[in-house]
Nanobody, 122 residues
Framework: QVQLVESGGGSVQAGGSLRLACSAS?????MAWFRQAPGKEREGVAT????????YYPDSVKGRFTISQDNTKKTLYLQMNSLQPDDTAMYYC??????????????????WGQGTQLTVSS
């Protein structure tokens, strides 16, 4: 099992930046950030392979979001720039335990944090 605790959410204006943090009891080979807005499905916004630091972003956030890890602190980060109202959602940190591709399919992740809310106003 992996315990995950997110922090750093808040309210920002469009065009602003924010960094989310996820404190993990341990890393797994694949860590990710997801988000879910009211009435919408959970959407993966960034993944990282712990060993190689290989990252993946969907087109919706590519060039604006950056996922990173601090191994000494066992903390996963999501740096978010050029935020837009469409980025408003609850953001979740997730860890994948099962083997397979480190992708943004939510059903591949079994360990989840409680979430942290981001609200972007226009």
């Amino acid at each position: 099992q992996v315990q995950l605790v997110e922090s750093g959410g808040g309210s920002v204006q469009a065009g602003g930046s924010l960094r989310l943090a996820c404190s993990a009891s341990r890393y797994t080979y694949c860590m990710a950030w997801f988000r879910q807005a009211p009435g919408k499905e959970r959407e993966g916004v960034a993944t990282i392979v712990t060993g190689s630091r290989t990252t993946y972003y969907p087109d919706s956030v590519k060039g604006r979001f950056t996922i990173s890890q601090d191994n000494t602190k066992k903390t996963l980060y999501l740096q978010m720039n050029s935020l837009q109202p469409d980025d408003t959602a609850m953001y979740y940190c997730a860890a994948r335990l099962a083997s397979g591709y480190c992708n943004v399919e939510a059903n591949g992740y079994s360990q989840w944090g409680q979430g942290t809310q981001l609200t972007v106003s226009s």
